[in-house]
Protein backbone atom coordinates (compact mmCIF):
# COMPACT_ATOMS: atom_id res chain seq x y z
CA UNK A 1 0.00 0.00 0.00
CA UNK A 2 1.41 3.71 -1.21
CA UNK A 3 1.31 5.81 1.39
CA UNK A 4 1.18 9.48 0.63
CA UNK A 5 4.71 11.36 0.13
CA UNK A 6 3.54 14.66 1.60
CA UNK A 7 4.48 15.52 5.31
CA UNK A 8 1.37 14.39 8.00
CA UNK A 9 1.20 18.25 9.08
CA UNK A 10 0.73 19.12 5.47
CA UNK A 11 -1.88 16.64 4.61
CA UNK A 12 -3.64 17.18 7.80
CA UNK A 13 -4.19 20.68 6.93
CA UNK A 14 -5.25 19.50 3.57
CA UNK A 15 -8.07 17.14 4.64
CA UNK A 16 -9.17 19.13 7.74
CA UNK A 17 -9.63 22.27 5.02
CA UNK A 18 -11.52 20.24 2.74
CA UNK A 19 -13.22 18.30 5.49
CA UNK A 20 -14.51 21.44 6.87
CA UNK A 21 -15.58 22.77 3.77
CA UNK A 22 -17.87 19.37 3.08
CA UNK A 23 -19.33 20.03 6.64
CA UNK A 24 -20.92 23.33 5.91
CA UNK A 25 -22.13 22.09 2.66
CA UNK A 26 -24.13 19.41 4.75
CA UNK A 27 -24.97 22.09 6.95
CA UNK A 28 -26.55 24.64 4.30
CA UNK A 29 -28.19 21.36 2.58
CA UNK A 30 -29.76 20.40 6.43
CA UNK A 31 -30.84 24.23 6.60
CA UNK A 32 -32.31 24.74 3.05
CA UNK A 33 -34.54 21.46 4.00
CA UNK A 34 -35.23 22.49 7.49
CA UNK A 35 -33.67 19.46 8.68
CA UNK A 36 -31.00 19.62 12.11
CA UNK A 37 -27.73 19.40 10.66
CA UNK A 38 -27.00 16.46 13.31
CA UNK A 39 -29.58 14.80 11.31
CA UNK A 40 -27.06 13.74 8.72
CA UNK A 41 -24.02 11.70 9.34
CA UNK A 42 -20.76 12.04 7.31
CA UNK A 43 -19.47 8.74 6.18
CA UNK A 44 -15.65 9.52 4.66
CA UNK A 45 -15.03 7.23 1.70
CA UNK A 46 -11.38 6.47 2.17
CA UNK A 47 -10.87 3.60 -0.52
CA UNK A 48 -7.33 3.77 -2.43
CA UNK A 49 -6.22 6.22 0.27
CA UNK A 50 -3.69 5.07 2.93
CA UNK A 51 -4.24 4.65 6.70
CA UNK A 52 -1.99 7.55 7.49
CA UNK A 53 -4.99 9.49 5.97
CA UNK A 54 -7.91 7.82 7.65
CA UNK A 55 -5.74 8.37 11.36
CA UNK A 56 -5.72 12.04 10.06
CA UNK A 57 -9.98 11.45 9.75
CA UNK A 58 -10.42 10.21 13.09
CA UNK A 59 -8.42 13.00 14.70
CA UNK A 60 -10.46 15.44 13.12
CA UNK A 61 -13.71 13.72 14.40
CA UNK A 62 -14.40 11.39 11.71
CA UNK A 63 -16.25 8.23 12.67
CA UNK A 64 -17.56 6.55 9.98
CA UNK A 65 -15.07 5.62 7.16
CA UNK A 66 -16.25 3.57 4.18
CA UNK A 67 -13.95 1.05 1.99
CA UNK A 68 -14.88 -0.90 -1.27
CA UNK A 69 -12.35 -3.65 -1.36
CA UNK A 70 -12.37 -6.31 1.23
CA UNK A 71 -8.24 -7.24 0.99
CA UNK A 72 -7.70 -3.34 1.45
CA UNK A 73 -9.45 -3.00 4.14
CA UNK A 74 -8.80 -5.57 5.91
CA UNK A 75 -5.41 -4.17 5.96
CA UNK A 76 -6.41 -0.71 7.07
CA UNK A 77 -8.66 -1.97 10.21
CA UNK A 78 -5.86 -4.21 11.33
CA UNK A 79 -3.44 -1.19 11.35
CA UNK A 80 -5.76 1.03 13.18
CA UNK A 81 -7.41 -1.21 15.39
CA UNK A 82 -5.86 1.11 18.09
CA UNK A 83 -8.07 4.37 17.45
CA UNK A 84 -9.71 5.49 20.05
CA UNK A 85 -13.02 6.29 19.74
CA UNK A 86 -12.95 3.60 17.46
CA UNK A 87 -13.55 3.76 14.16
CA UNK A 88 -16.83 2.31 12.36
CA UNK A 89 -15.96 0.77 8.90
CA UNK A 90 -18.71 0.55 6.10
CA UNK A 91 -18.43 -1.98 3.20
CA UNK A 92 -20.40 -0.28 0.07
CA UNK A 93 -18.89 -1.48 -2.55
CA UNK A 94 -20.12 -5.39 -4.25
CA UNK A 95 -19.55 -8.36 -2.10
CA UNK A 96 -18.79 -11.53 -3.63
CA UNK A 97 -19.82 -14.42 -1.80
CA UNK A 98 -17.44 -16.18 -1.75
CA UNK A 99 -15.88 -13.14 0.58
CA UNK A 100 -18.68 -12.53 2.83
CA UNK A 101 -16.98 -14.39 5.32
CA UNK A 102 -14.15 -12.39 5.20
CA UNK A 103 -15.87 -8.61 5.29
CA UNK A 104 -17.95 -10.07 8.21
CA UNK A 105 -14.92 -10.05 10.13
CA UNK A 106 -14.01 -6.67 9.60
CA UNK A 107 -17.14 -4.37 8.63
CA UNK A 108 -19.67 -3.02 10.98
CA UNK A 109 -22.11 -1.82 8.28
CA UNK A 110 -22.12 -3.51 4.95
CA UNK A 111 -24.23 -0.88 2.76
CA UNK A 112 -24.52 -3.04 -0.65
CA UNK A 113 -26.52 -6.35 0.21
CA UNK A 114 -29.02 -7.12 -2.76
CA UNK A 115 -29.52 -10.48 -2.38
CA UNK A 116 -30.38 -13.29 -0.07
CA UNK A 117 -27.83 -15.65 -1.11
CA UNK A 118 -25.21 -12.21 0.00
CA UNK A 119 -26.96 -11.84 3.11
CA UNK A 120 -26.97 -15.77 3.81
CA UNK A 121 -23.59 -15.74 3.19
CA UNK A 122 -22.75 -12.31 5.76
CA UNK A 123 -24.94 -14.20 8.01
CA UNK A 124 -22.52 -17.12 8.43
CA UNK A 125 -19.64 -15.29 8.52
CA UNK A 126 -20.75 -12.38 11.08
CA UNK A 127 -22.02 -15.87 13.29
CA UNK A 128 -18.76 -17.46 12.84
CA UNK A 129 -16.76 -14.52 14.02
CA UNK A 130 -19.48 -13.83 16.96
CA UNK A 131 -20.27 -10.67 15.75
CA UNK A 132 -23.27 -8.85 14.82
CA UNK A 133 -23.28 -6.87 11.63
CA UNK A 134 -25.40 -3.99 10.73
CA UNK A 135 -26.46 -3.66 6.74
CA UNK A 136 -28.73 -1.60 4.18
CA UNK A 137 -29.83 -2.96 1.46
CA UNK A 138 -28.64 -1.80 -1.94
CA UNK A 139 -31.37 0.01 -4.26
CA UNK A 140 -31.13 0.13 -7.83
CA UNK A 141 -31.99 3.61 -9.17
CA UNK A 142 -30.86 2.57 -12.71
CA UNK A 143 -33.40 2.64 -15.47
CA UNK A 144 -34.91 -1.01 -16.31
CA UNK A 145 -32.73 -0.79 -19.44
CA UNK A 146 -29.60 0.24 -18.29
CA UNK A 147 -26.18 -2.11 -16.99
CA UNK A 148 -26.50 -1.25 -13.43
CA UNK A 149 -23.64 -1.38 -10.63
CA UNK A 150 -25.94 -3.51 -7.86
CA UNK A 151 -28.58 -3.56 -6.06
CA UNK A 152 -32.56 -5.27 -5.56
CA UNK A 153 -35.21 -3.52 -7.47
CA UNK A 154 -37.89 -1.15 -5.86
CA UNK A 155 -40.48 -3.90 -6.11
CA UNK A 156 -38.74 -6.24 -4.23
CA UNK A 157 -37.31 -4.88 -1.29
CA UNK A 158 -40.27 -5.67 0.96
CA UNK A 159 -39.71 -9.59 0.48
CA UNK A 160 -35.79 -9.51 0.31
CA UNK A 161 -36.31 -7.39 3.56
CA UNK A 162 -38.37 -9.98 5.25
CA UNK A 163 -36.51 -13.04 4.58
CA UNK A 164 -33.06 -10.94 5.44
CA UNK A 165 -33.93 -9.19 8.74
CA UNK A 166 -34.51 -13.03 9.90
CA UNK A 167 -30.99 -13.94 9.86
CA UNK A 168 -28.65 -14.54 13.29
CA UNK A 169 -25.60 -11.96 13.17
CA UNK A 170 -27.48 -9.32 11.10
CA UNK A 171 -29.62 -6.49 11.91
CA UNK A 172 -31.19 -4.07 9.17
CA UNK A 173 -30.90 -0.95 9.15
CA UNK A 174 -32.15 0.79 5.92
CA UNK A 175 -31.26 1.18 2.45
CA UNK A 176 -28.51 2.75 0.13
CA UNK A 177 -28.57 3.80 -3.45
CA UNK A 178 -26.82 5.53 -5.97
CA UNK A 179 -28.02 8.37 -8.25
CA UNK A 180 -27.26 7.40 -12.06
CA UNK A 181 -24.96 9.29 -14.05
CA UNK A 182 -26.03 11.03 -15.97
CA UNK A 183 -29.76 11.19 -14.60
CA UNK A 184 -31.32 13.72 -12.45
CA UNK A 185 -30.57 13.17 -8.62
CA UNK A 186 -33.48 14.69 -7.68
CA UNK A 187 -35.57 12.05 -9.15
CA UNK A 188 -33.58 8.93 -8.06
CA UNK A 189 -33.36 10.34 -4.57
CA UNK A 190 -36.71 10.69 -4.48
CA UNK A 191 -37.44 6.92 -5.59
CA UNK A 192 -35.25 5.91 -3.10
CA UNK A 193 -36.84 7.94 -0.44
CA UNK A 194 -40.62 6.48 -1.39
CA UNK A 195 -38.76 2.96 -1.08
CA UNK A 196 -37.56 3.85 2.22
CA UNK A 197 -41.14 5.01 3.51
CA UNK A 198 -42.28 1.11 1.96
CA UNK A 199 -39.16 -0.34 4.26
CA UNK A 200 -40.51 1.32 7.08
CA UNK A 201 -43.94 -0.66 7.15
CA UNK A 202 -41.79 -3.82 7.05
CA UNK A 203 -39.56 -2.91 9.35
CA UNK A 204 -40.08 0.04 11.34
CA UNK A 205 -36.54 0.45 12.80
CA UNK A 206 -34.72 0.97 9.65
CA UNK A 207 -34.63 4.55 9.27
CA UNK A 208 -31.10 4.85 7.40
CA UNK A 209 -31.12 6.32 3.93
CA UNK A 210 -27.79 6.78 2.82
CA UNK A 211 -27.48 8.32 -0.43
CA UNK A 212 -25.20 11.32 -2.04
CA UNK A 213 -22.06 11.18 -2.75
CA UNK A 214 -19.38 14.95 -3.54
CA UNK A 215 -21.67 15.84 -6.57
CA UNK A 216 -24.79 15.56 -5.39
CA UNK A 217 -25.28 15.06 -1.34
CA UNK A 218 -27.54 18.71 -1.71
CA UNK A 219 -30.43 16.55 -3.29
CA UNK A 220 -29.51 13.71 -1.38
CA UNK A 221 -30.64 15.46 2.06
CA UNK A 222 -33.40 17.15 0.18
CA UNK A 223 -35.19 13.49 -0.05
CA UNK A 224 -33.97 12.71 3.49
CA UNK A 225 -30.56 11.31 3.42
CA UNK A 226 -29.47 10.28 7.34
CA UNK A 227 -25.25 9.01 5.48
CA UNK A 228 -24.06 10.79 2.77
CA UNK A 229 -20.79 9.39 1.05
CA UNK A 230 -18.11 11.81 0.60
CA UNK A 231 -14.81 10.99 -0.73
CA UNK A 232 -13.06 13.16 -3.04
CA UNK A 233 -14.38 16.51 -1.98
CA UNK A 234 -12.52 15.81 1.32
CA UNK A 235 -9.28 13.35 -0.06
CA UNK A 236 -8.67 14.33 -3.23
CA UNK A 237 -7.39 12.00 -5.92
CA UNK A 238 -6.60 8.62 -5.66
CA UNK A 239 -3.65 8.16 -3.40
CA UNK A 240 -3.06 4.17 -4.38
CA UNK A 241 -1.85 2.83 -7.30
CA UNK A 242 -2.47 -0.75 -7.53
Known sequence: MAVDSRSDPERAAEIAASLSEVRARIDRACSAADRPPDSVTLVVVTKTFPSSDVSILQRLGCADVAENKDQEARVKVAELSDATPALCWHMIGQVQRNKAR??????????????????????????????RIEFLLQVSLDPDDASGRGGVRPIEVPELATRAMALPGLALRGIMGIAPYPGDPDVAFG?????????????PDADRISAGMSGDLEAAIRHGATHVRIGGAILGKRAIVR
Open 102 to 131: SVATWADVVESVDRLSLAEALSAGAVAANR
Open 191 to 203: LLESVAQQLRTVV
